[in-house]
């Protein structure tokens, strides 16, 4: 089993920053895919980023240019740099943990962007 714990979200202005962290821990060998996913109010949990274990990274496009993924393999853990953020991506932010065919989330954390 897998268990990840979320930190990094907060409140902040538009155009600010916050950077997010994830920590995997337990059975973590043999993870293909980690990364963000997010859920605003009354909308559907849509993907942020991802990166897999062979180094590719997928992103929706509304993010691209502002948001990085970065992860610290020795640590299990992923990262999301956001940077210029905007009231629209106010959300809860996931973390997304693949192992096969099993698929783990994090407890989520809030991002809230406004002025």
């Known amino acids: 089993q897998v268990q990840l714990v979320e930190s990094g979200g907060g409140l902040v202005q538009p155009g600010g920053s916050l950077r997010l962290s994830c920590a995997a821990s337990g059975s973590t060998f043999g993870i293909s895919a980690m990364g963000w996913y997010r859920q605003a109010p009354g909308n559907q949990r849509e993907l942020v980023a991802m990166?897999?274990?062979?180094?590719?990274?997928n992103s929706t496009d509304s993010v691209k240019g502002r948001f990085t993924i970065s992860s610290d393999n020795a640590k299990n853990t992923v990262y999301l740099q956001m940077n210029n953020l905007k009231p629209e991506d106010t959300a809860v932010y996931y973390c997304h943990v693949r192992v096969l065919f099993k698929a783990y989330w994090g407890r989520g954390t809030q991002v809230t962007v406004s002025s």
């Open positions: 990166l897999t274990s062979g180094g590719v990274t």
